[in-house]
C-alpha cells in the first residue's frame, strides 16, 4: 500500500518532519481534492481526518492509534467535540436549538462533528465566518447570525461585526460555553511579559504578534490594542513568513512555531509553549507502527462514523491481537480506517465548501 502521511501543524515537529504533507485546519479541506483515490495516514484529531475524508472522492483515511472507552472513541479528539474535563462539547442540540431562534444563518465551527456541520448552512473560521454574515449585513443591518463554537473565537467575530455593523446580532452556543483548553491556558500576563521585554530589545516596530483567535479575553484584548494578525492555523504560518519582521511573538499551540522554524531560519520566532495534547497523544512511534501494520496486513479496526449524534461511531475489529488496554481503562487500538456514512459525509461537504 503506497501511504501518503499528512499531519496537521499542531502536530509536534518530531511527527511533522516524518511526515508527507503539513497542513493546516482550513488547508486540510482546500487540499483534499487533491488526494482522491489515495490512502492517507492523517496526523491529527479525528474531525480534521473526516473533514479530509468528506472532501475528497474515494479516500482511504488511516489514523495512527485511537482509544476506545465505555463505545465512544476517545483520543485523538477534540475537547470541544469529546468531553474531556474542561470545556463543553458541540452536539446536534445546539443546531435544534439554534434553528428555535430563526437566526438569517447558523454557522458550525470547524471544531465541529462532520454531522453537526451538515446541519448547519456552513462551517466557519474566523475569516470565513466574517465574510458570510458581511454578507448577510450589507443587506440588512439588523440580522441576526448563530455561531456554534469556540466562544472566544466568537466573541473576537462578535467585536469585528459590531465595528461595521453595530446593530446585526451574533448570538454565541452553546450556551455553557465551549473553548479550547491549551489556548485558555496561554497565562496573559506573562505573555504581555514577554512582549514589552522584545519589545524593549528590538523597538515595538519591528516585533510582529500575532494569536489565535481561541485565547482569553484578556489576551485578545491585548492583540485588539496592538493591531496582532488573528488567524487560524494556516494563517498563522503565514504571517510571518510574508513579514519584513524578523522578531515574533506567537499566541498558539507549539507546533505552529516548529512549523515556521521548518519553513525559515530568518525568524526569531517567541511563544508561550503550550501544547494540544490531543494532538501530542499522536508520536513517532504510533506512527511508524501505523504504518507497519498497514504494509502487513491491513488496518487493525474500521470505524464507521454512521450515526449523526453521540456515539458517532460503529467500530468493527480487524486484528484482535494489536489492541492494548491503557492506564485509563481504555481500548488503544493502532492503524484504524476511517469510513463515514454518504449522507453524513455528502451534507458535511457541502457545509464544508463555504471554507473553498
Same mark, same amino acid.
Given at each position: 500500500?503506497?501511504?501518503i502521511t499528512?499531519?496537521?501543524?499542531?502536530?509536534?515537529?518530531?511527527?511533522?518532519?516524518?511526515?508527507?504533507?503539513?497542513?493546516?485546519t482550513?488547508?486540510?479541506?482546500?487540499?483534499?481534492?487533491?488526494?482522491?483515490?489515495?490512502s492517507?495516514?492523517?496526523?491529527?484529531?479525528?474531525?480534521m481526518?473526516?473533514?479530509?475524508?468528506?472532501?475528497?472522492?474515494?479516500?482511504?483515511?488511516?489514523?495512527?492509534?485511537?482509544?476506545?472507552?465505555?463505545?465512544?472513541?476517545?483520543?485523538?479528539?477534540?475537547?470541544?467535540?469529546?468531553?474531556?474535563?474542561?470545556?463543553?462539547i458541540?452536539?446536534?442540540?445546539?443546531?435544534?436549538?439554534?434553528?428555535?431562534?430563526?437566526?438569517?444563518?447558523?454557522?458550525?465551527?470547524?471544531?465541529?462533528?462532520?454531522?453537526?456541520k451538515?446541519?448547519?448552512?456552513?462551517?466557519?473560521?474566523?475569516?470565513s465566518?466574517?465574510?458570510?454574515?458581511?454578507?448577510?449585513?450589507?443587506v440588512?443591518?439588523?440580522?441576526?447570525?448563530?455561531?456554534?463554537?469556540?466562544?472566544?473565537?466568537?466573541?473576537?467575530?462578535?467585536?469585528?461585526?459590531?465595528?461595521?455593523?453595530?446593530e446585526?446580532?451574533i448570538?454565541?452556543?452553546?450556551?455553557d460555553?465551549?473553548?479550547?483548553?491549551p489556548?485558555?491556558?496561554?497565562?496573559?500576563?506573562k505573555?504581555? #511579559? $514577554?512582549?514589552? +521585554?522584545?519589545v524593549?530589545?528590538? !523597538?515595538?516596530?519591528n516585533?510582529?504578534?500575532?494569536?489565535? &483567535? /481561541?485565547?482569553?479575553?484578556?489576551?485578545?484584548?491585548?492583540?485588539?490594542?496592538?493591531?496582532?494578525?488573528?488567524?487560524?492555523?494556516?494563517?498563522?504560518?503565514?504571517?510571518?513568513?510574508g513579514?519584513?519582521?524578523?522578531?515574533?511573538?506567537?499566541?498558539?499551540?507549539?507546533?505552529?512555531?516548529?512549523?515556521?522554524?521548518?519553513?525559515?531560519?530568518?525568524?526569531?520566532?517567541h511563544s508561550?509553549?503550550?501544547?494540544?495534547?490531543?494532538?501530542?497523544?499522536t508520536?513517532?512511534?504510533?506512527? #511508524? $507502527?501505523?504504518? +507497519?501494520?498497514?504494509?502487513?496486513? !491491513?488496518?487493525?479496526?474500521?470505524?464507521?462514523?454512521?450515526? &449523526? /449524534?453521540?456515539?458517532?461511531?460503529?467500530?468493527?475489529?480487524?486484528?484482535?491481537?494489536?489492541?492494548?488496554?491503557?492506564?485509563?481503562?481504555?481500548?488503544?487500538?493502532?492503524?484504524?480506517?476511517?469510513?463515514?456514512?454518504d449522507?453524513?459525509?455528502?451534507?458535511?461537504?457541502?457545509a464544508?465548501?463555504v471554507l473553498?
Amino acid at each position: 500500500m503506497k501511504l501518503i502521511t499528512i499531519s496537521h501543524n499542531y502536530q509536534t515537529g518530531a511527527v511533522q518532519r516524518i511526515s508527507d504533507v503539513v497542513l493546516g485546519t482550513s488547508g486540510i479541506v482546500r487540499n483534499a481534492e487533491r488526494y482522491s483515490g489515495k490512502s492517507v495516514l492523517f496526523c491529527g484529531v479525528l474531525y480534521m481526518a473526516e473533514d479530509l475524508y468528506a472532501m475528497a472522492d474515494d479516500l482511504h483515511v488511516f489514523i495512527p492509534e485511537i482509544t476506545l472507552r465505555d463505545g465512544k472513541v476517545l483520543r485523538p479528539r477534540c475537547p470541544m467535540i469529546a468531553y474531556q474535563g474542561r470545556s463543553g462539547i458541540i452536539t446536534m442540540e445546539d443546531v435544534r436549538r439554534a434553528r428555535e431562534l430563526r437566526p438569517d444563518i447558523i454557522l458550525s465551527y470547524i471544531n465541529t462533528p462532520l454531522s453537526v456541520k451538515g446541519e448547519t448552512d456552513g462551517v466557519y473560521n474566523g475569516t470565513s465566518a466574517l465574510e458570510s454574515i458581511e454578507r448577510i449585513a450589507r443587506v440588512d443591518e439588523r440580522g441576526s447570525a448563530v455561531l456554534i463554537g469556540d466562544v472566544n473565537v466568537n466573541a473576537w467575530i462578535a467585536e469585528k461585526i459590531s465595528q461595521k455593523h453595530p446593530e446585526f446580532t451574533i448570538i454565541s452556543m452553546p450556551s455553557d460555553g465551549v473553548f479550547c483548553p491549551p489556548h485558555i491556558d496561554i497565562d496573559p500576563e506573562k505573555f504581555i #511579559e $514577554r512582549w514589552e +521585554e522584545l519589545v524593549k530589545v528590538h !523597538g515595538e516596530e519591528n516585533v510582529g504578534l500575532e494569536m489565535h &483567535p /481561541e485565547v482569553s479575553p484578556l489576551l485578545q484584548r491585548f492583540g485588539f490594542e496592538k493591531n496582532a494578525y488573528f488567524g487560524g492555523t494556516d494563517g498563522l504560518v503565514r504571517e510571518p513568513l510574508g513579514s519584513d519582521k524578523r522578531v515574533w511573538l506567537i499566541g498558539t499551540v507549539e507546533g505552529i512555531v516548529e512549523r515556521i522554524r521548518t519553513l525559515t531560519d530568518q525568524k526569531e520566532l517567541h511563544s508561550p509553549g503550550v501544547i494540544c495534547p490531543p494532538m501530542a497523544y499522536t508520536t513517532p512511534g504510533k506512527v #511508524e $507502527r501505523a504504518r +507497519e501494520i498497514l504494509r502487513e496486513g !491491513g488496518p487493525a479496526a474500521t470505524i464507521h462514523y454512521q450515526s &449523526p /449524534e453521540e456515539p458517532y461511531y460503529s467500530v468493527e475489529i480487524h486484528r484482535e491481537e494489536l489492541i492494548t488496554n491503557g492506564r485509563d481503562g481504555g481500548m488503544r487500538i493502532p492503524a484504524v480506517e476511517l469510513t463515514i456514512d454518504d449522507e453524513i459525509k455528502e451534507k458535511g461537504r457541502r457545509a464544508l465548501s463555504v471554507l473553498l
